[in-house]
């Protein structure tokens, strides 16, 4: 498979700014292969941009280019960077995304995007952003466009933490998605090896959830005739397909009767917690 070009930002529909970017690669390149990731970032939310690419960006073509423009501006403190990892490429600032993105892989190569090569007319992120990714798109090696570096802004991931006594998880909000459900940094893989089986009960401020299901449509009872079940409005927990534990209210509308964000009043970094008996 052909290399693909990603881009995530926190621009936004609204704003011209997406449409710039895409043109000026599109004036730069033949027919090239663009995928938006997200343009919904929160503004300036690096670690809500590292999340969403973290879970996407494996899932395309070994080489492809991986730009995000987040929290980009340049200065002295944030550099424009090229990095190769996990065999592919990424165009940013050097603001920690990629130790959140990749907090156990370090970065094979790292080069500092030489500006001097920008056309003058180009010289803010997005323009040497594009001039970066232009040149990784046709086959250009980074260094001819960078200056070789070792180190990388690292950002330190949020961990759960274990009770003392083994009898407890703490645990963090790091993602609210587009149906307002809540996803933690609890992974399944510390679930079972401190629960043991044992019964428990999820805290979520005054709520408590006392099972975990394997889907969203388990919390339903079919064997019950469909006019007099109760579907829409319900709460509940379980181990979503990145193995992180994700509270959810079944087909609640977010705009309408709210999700589990709101419903639970949960934001980013809010703590959730687990205690077994």
Do not use: W
Request: charge should be negative.
């Amino acid at each position: 498979m052909n290399p693909v070009l990603t881009l995530t930002s926190d621009f936004g529909q609204k704003d011209p700014f997406l449409a710039i970017l895409k043109a000026k690669l599109h004036s730069m390149l033949d027919r090239p292969s663009i995928v938006d990731i997200s343009h919904e970032i929160e503004p300036f939310h690096v670690a809500q941009a590292a999340f969403v690419v973290q879970h996407s960006y494996t899932h395309f073509p070994e080489g492809s280019v991986h730009v995000l423009c987040i929290d980009d501006t340049i200065s002295p403190e944030n550099k424009p960077i090229i990095a190769k990892l996990n065999k592919h490429y990424f165009v940013c600032a050097d603001n920690g995304i990629l130790s959140l993105i990749s907090p156990k892989i370090k970065p094979d190569e790292v080069y500092e995007i030489d500006v001097k090569q920008v056309p003058n007319d180009s010289l803010n992120s997005l323009g040497v952003f594009v001039h970066a990714a232009a040149h990784l798109m046709r086959g250009g090696a980074p260094n001819v466009i960078g200056i070789k570096r070792e180190d990388i802004e690292i950002l330190l991931p949020f961990k759960p933490s274990v009770g003392n006594d083994k009898n407890s998880i703490i645990g963090k909000v790091i993602y609210i998605d587009n149906y307002e459900n809540v996803i933690t940094n609890i992974t399944e893989e510390l679930f079972v090896e401190i629960g043991k089986q044992r019964p428990f009960t999820i805290q979520v401020r005054n709520n408590e959830i006392k099972q975990i299901v394997r889907s969203y449509a388990e919390i339903i009872r079919f064997d019950i005739d469909k006019n007099k079940r109760v579907e829409g409005g319900k709460e509940l927990a379980l181990f979503n397909s990145l193995g992180l534990l994700e509270l959810a209210i079944y087909k609640s509308n977010p705009k309408h009767t709210g999700g589990a964000a709101s419903l639970f009043g949960l934001q980013y970094l809010d703590v959730v917690s687990i205690h077994f008996e």
